[in-house]
């Protein structure tokens, strides 16, 4: 059929569709005011896409049905910036923004500055070209200067628009950037998705965000639910020299711009927004990490200039570690591998600086008392200076009817053996060192990335492992052969192979992590590594008395009394006996020298870590004595590498710095 034969009817229809869901998008998006209901507008949708498909000649690029198409991409192409992406310094508190101000101040040489205070979306940087107010290209930050063509995933946002509103058609050319996030309840419910279909949960919508515009199947993003705001619009073309002003007619243009914002001519005022906001910002839909401050006029921000990566003229208020309140579901009790029993409460998912926490540790019976936490209890879940969340509060005035006082078992949960509370301890311990939690505990910890790092012996292995009773103690691991693995569940030849050499390998590990490994009770990776230095072999340490153990500074006497007992037990000799037959060394090549571990440790972070933000793993640092340096040198002690690490991770290498992974990273500061 061609457009002659097309009734006009028809081509009317469509061009009323077109606009009408286009309308529809605007009115969701921007106004937050939507008049039809969403089964309403997929009929809509519907109709015009049914039209489109027997009348093509009348498809347009900008049409509502046009977000998703085209083959999977193989590659993104580079995109160079027109100008660079920035990133923002960052202040922290009132008087950090009061010294902000004053440098604006004294930098303009003025009194008088106005601010444009808006808020600082937790997501992902992009930008957008419009020509003629038709979207046609969409890019990544990248490293600022260049990032990648990502279009076909950005055209399936619906809050983008493809066509612009209003003034926006008479620009032959503009530039919008803004933030692409996924609302909580998206993020919830992907994560729920992810979760019954066997794959990896996404740490945080911000991690959701990233992880979905890097897919190349745009037909994925457009399921994924990604919203865009925009805060900034460049193109010299449109003669407005002030942000705010900028950002109402990117509202007029039909862009999304986020709630709120606000131009103050005071930092009292801007104060006083930040402080709203943070009030605020659980109720917002999307996560936030802060408020962004700009100075409103675009010549006076081109005056004040950039240092570094970071324009003088902007800056970003960060708000402090959260709470959120969430709902109690149950008090798990878990058995650790020493026998310890510590209540879990296991919660409603809650987003807390940046990640899911569903467990919170309630850490034993005389805070579960002091608290009086109840199964069905709203509580106040908090992430402070530490990473790992903590019950802080029960909000009493939303206790259901009917629940009851917690109270500790005496046995336990797992082999039903009876539980014993010592004195001056907090914890009820399982006595039952045959408990299959305890002995799966052990065993995990002999294996894990810390101690003897055997690749291929995940949760699943290990028990069918126990199970099948091919393994009791970690010596029983060094006897497996390949043919005891090869009968397993999802274990072929290979895998078995596999596991067996990596378990052969596991011997060559130092005697420090073997110490480590061997998981002596208050026996972390940084006192192990002080025992094996000063001790040298297992066989000195077995004859150290509490008094030789106390007299090492790093040492005291809980520790001390822990270490003779645990080698005057007589299974744990025996293993010991066995894992020095299978030909694992006991001793340190070289007996380090002695007190230069009390200097402070320097480190260098680098990359992306998932549970913990750079300012909190630098705090974590900080609070534990130890100083954080931006770049690598003979003299770093640590590089901590998260996700995208590059060049600082090289180097690291390349001068033999030790290297932590986040896991690595966390179990450290666990230890001190
Ligand atoms: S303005 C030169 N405004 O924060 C200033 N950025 O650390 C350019 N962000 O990469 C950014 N909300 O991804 C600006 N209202 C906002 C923002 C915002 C979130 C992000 C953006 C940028 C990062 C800077």
Redesign the pocket.
């Known amino acids: 059929m061609t457009s002659q034969s097309a009734p006009e009817s028809i081509r009317k229809r469509i061009a009323q569709l077109q606009k009408e869901l286009l309308d529809h998008d605007y009115r969701y998006y921007v106004l937050a005011d939507p008049v039809i209901s969403d089964q309403e507008y997929d009929r809509l949708m519907r109709e015009l896409t049914e039209l489109e498909e027997h009348y093509p000649e009348f498809r347009t690029p900008e049409s509502p049905t046009q977000r998703v198409g085209g083959e999977p991409a193989k590659e993104f192409p580079a995109v160079t910036h027109t100008r660079p992406?920035?990133?923002?310094s960052?202040t922290y508190n009132e008087n950090e923004l009061y010294d902000f101000d004053r440098r604006v101040r004294n930098g303009l040489g003025d009194e008088n500055v106005s601010y444009v205070a808006?808020?600082?979306?937790?997501?992902?940087?992009v930008t957008l070209h419009y020509e003629k107010g038709v979207f046609h290209l969409g890019a990544t930050?990248g490293d600022g200067m260049q990032g990648d063509d990502i279009t076909a995933n950005l055209r399936t946002v619906r809050s983008i628009p493809l066509q612009l509103r209003n003034d926006g058609r008479n620009y032959s050319r503009l530039e919008i950037?803004?933030?692409i996030i996924m609302f909580k309840d998206d993020f919830f419910a992907l994560n729920e998705f992810r979760e019954e279909h066997g794959q990896r949960l996404f740490a945080n919508p911000r991690n959701a965000t990233a992880g979905t515009l890097k897919l190349q199947d745009s037909k994925i993003v457009a399921q994924r639910k990604l919203r865009f705001?925009a805060?900034?619009l460049l193109s010299d073309d449109v003669k407005s020299d002030s942000h705010y002003e900028r950002l109402n007619m990117l509202l007029d243009m039909g862009l999304p711009v986020?709630n709120k914002?606000e131009r103050y001519t005071s930092v009292e005022k801007v104060i006083g927004f930040c402080r709203n906001i943070e009030k605020e910002r659980d109720e917002l839909p999307y996560e936030?990490?802060g408020v962004?401050v700009?100075v409103d006029s675009l010549s006076r921000q081109d005056k004040l200039g950039?240092i570094a990566k970071?324009?003088r003229?902007?800056t970003?208020y960060k708000f402090t570690a959260r709470k959120a309140e969430t709902k109690l579901n149950a008090i798990a009790l878990q058995v650790g591998r020493v026998g310890t029993i510590t209540p879990v409460a296991e919660l409603d998912p809650v987003l807390l600086g940046g990640t899911t926490v569903k467990r919170a540790t309630l850490h034993n019976e005389d805070e579960i008392k002091r608290l009086d936490v109840r199964t069905g209890d709203t509580v106040i879940v908090e992430k402070g200076g530490d990473v790992i969340p903590k019950i802080t509060g029960v909000v009493k005035e939303k206790r259901p009817k009917g629940t009851r006082k917690f109270s500790f078992p005496d046995e336990c949960p797992v082999c039903k053996s009876g539980i014993k509370r010592l004195d001056g301890e907090a914890h009820y311990y399982c006595m039952n060192t045959e408990c299959p939690a305890q002995i799966r505990g052990r065993l995990e910890h002999f294996v894990g990335r810390q101690a003897m790092d055997i690749d291929g012996l995940g949760e699943a292995i290990i028990d069918q492992l126990i199970n099948h009773k091919l393994v009791i103690t970690p010596a029983d691991l060094y006897d497996l052969k390949k043919e005891d693995l090869v009968p397993l569940d999802r274990m072929g030849e290979k895998s078995a192979s596999n596991l067996i050499n990596a378990i052969e390998k596991s011997k060559a590990q130092p005697f420090n992590r073997i110490l480590y490994a061997l998981g002596i009770r208050h026996v972390g990776l940084g006192v192990a590594r002080v025992l094996a230095g000063e001790f040298g072999s297992i066989e000195a340490l077995q004859k150290a008395t509490e008094e030789e153990l106390t007299n090492v500074p790093e040492i005291g006497p809980r520790i001390a009394q822990s270490v003779v007992a645990f080698f005057q037990e007589q299974n744990n000799s025996e293993m010991i006996g066995r894992l020095k037959k299978a030909g694992i060394t006991f001793a340190t090549e070289h007996r380090k020298q002695k007190k230069q571990t009390r200097k402070e440790k320097t480190f260098v972070l680098t990359g992306a870590l998932e549970s913990l933000t750079r300012d909190e793993a630098q705090a974590l640092i900080e609070t534990r004595g130890g100083k954080v340096s931006l770049s690598v040198s003979r003299k770093t002690d640590y590089v901590v590498a998260g996700s995208g690490a590059g060049s600082k991770l090289d180097k690291a290498r390349e001068l033999n710095v030790t290297i932590l992974n986040e896991e690595e990273f966390l179990n450290m500061v666990k230890e001190n």
């Open positions: 992406m920035l990133s923002l960052n808006e808020i600082k979306f937790d997501g992902v940087a930050r950037r803004g933030e705001f805060y900034q986020g914002f936030i990490d962004v700009k950039t970071s324009p003229w902007a970003a």
